[in-house]
């Protein structure tokens, strides 16, 4: 093995595409609150006596102004939602974790995970936890004491706890991932409280399926459920314990094909949620607890696996990372669908009705203008017509005058001629 394929993963996660989406449509949104708040102060400077733009027209654009301030609102906490579900023990918790690169959440053997939790990123140093039914953080300092508080809560199945760790330290935290967490698919009888509650606005879904056993009917019926509800929900499938696999090596490729074929067959055939050749991006063969204890002994700078290396070991990494990838760019891609197609709409119906409001001032206003210019030629027509029977009228008083002061003369000279 060279040293290289131990770097941590760093690069180009895929989850920029959100990211930068988020950003992009931000920066939008700032654009067109602007072109909002000067058209508002600029419709409000109208005098409401020049009936340009009336009063309601100018409180629509205010409204304006407040939808914008919440669509912002909505992006600034919109984020990428993935779920895990399966049977109690096949590792759900484990994969989160090593997503994580560190160990989260509370795991062990038999039945460990009891309510859902949704880990996120949190912007204090400390990591904290919310209940459903208080508003009080209560403080987390290690998984084991997480693991007792959430075992001492009497929490049904169903309830959500919030699990906000600070996210500078987690980047799928802080590229806005949030992650679910959920108690054996096999133990609770609610599945459809968990649907409505937890699943519809979930962009992927991750089944943590068990590569010792095999797909079992409660996990099947749980995703046939899903996806009566949701049109084509995003589904992985990790084959997960893979590494039981290498102690019996003269089978791997065999069990590996029975996997695959029925995993296959369960997406492809039967809930009709992916293609032929798309399924090939959604079904993976891991191991989340090497790939946890690789990651977290790099991390502390030591070599990925300590003693022997175990069969396949190598494989089962680049298969994980693999599937991150993979994962991170659907996850990526959904969410921005998802979550930014109806701001965008909203976006557009904002500045369609606003160039309405404003085109039909403009109107307006070169209406009045027209109607002026109209009034004043009419006056000024007037005024001339005045002007000149004014000029005719001084003309024949002065005619007149003229021909009265001659009419007086002549009287004049004749009567001193007498
Ligand atoms: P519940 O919360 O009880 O539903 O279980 P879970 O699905 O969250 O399983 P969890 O992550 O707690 O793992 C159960 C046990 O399996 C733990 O002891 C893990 O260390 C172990 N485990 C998880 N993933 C693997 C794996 O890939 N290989 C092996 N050998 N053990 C694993
Ligand atoms: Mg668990």
Redesign the pocket.
Known sequence: TTSVCWLPDVGDSPLKIFVLAKKKINDVFVGIQSYVEESNKFLSSIKVESNIVSEQLVKETSNFRERITGIRDVLTRDHMKVVFF??????????I?ALLQDKI??????????CFLQVEGGDTPEPYLLTEDSNDPQNVQSVAQLAHALNSEKLGDSSLVRILWPKEKYPLLRDDVVLV????ID?SPNLDEWIDKHCLNADVFVL?ANAESTLMLTEKNFFHKVSERLSKPNIFILN?????SAFEPEFLERVRKQHLDRTIAFLVDELHVCTRLEVEDRVFF??????LQARLKIKQGLAPHTGALADGFQNRYFEFQDFERKFEECLSKSAVKTKFEQHTQQGKAIIKALQHIMELTFENSHKKKKEKMELRKEHKERLEFTQQQLRLLTDEVKHHIGHLVHKVEQQVAKALNE
């Open positions: 399966g049977r109690t023990s096949n590792g759900k918790s484990t994969v974790n959440l509370p795991s062990g053997l038999g039945h460990t995970t009891n967490d959920s108690p054996g133990v943590v997960n314990r893979w590494d039981a891991v191991s989340a607890r090497e790939m």
